[in-house]
């Protein structure tokens, strides 16, 4: 029993290292997919669709004020020349590209 115990708490650390891992990578994967072209590889809007349509960069005090349940509303909405995506991505993949982008913030 005490090597099962051992284990159990074994996975359970595992998995709390690899899961967000997994998650950074995925919410990764899917801004270059879906973002990038207009928000820029940073998040700094020097893309040129991105420049054409104005977008704001992560620089920009409105966007850094903005929370991160804001962002996922955004993405999952639109805003502005957004479009919605929240019938193009599942809300997990919402949240993930969310909490990648905000990397950018650092």
């Not at 991105?50 to 920009?60: E, F, N, R, T, Y």
């Amino acid at each position: 029993m005490n090597t099962q115990v051992k284990l159990a708490g074994l996975i359970l650390l595992a998995a709390s290292v690899i899961v967000p891992a997994f998650a950074q990578d995925t919410g990764a994967a899917t801004y270059k997919a879906k973002c990038l072209m207009c928000h820029g590889a940073k998040g700094l809007a020097d893309a040129p669709a991105g420049k054409a349509m104005k977008v704001k960069p992560i620089s920009d005090p409105d966007v850094k004020k903005l929370s991160e349940a804001q962002m996922v509303d955004a993405v999952s909405k639109g805003m502005g020349k957004m479009q919605p995506y929240k019938d193009k991505l599942t809300d997990a993949q919402i949240k993930d590209v969310v909490a990648y982008f905000r990397t950018f913030l650092n």
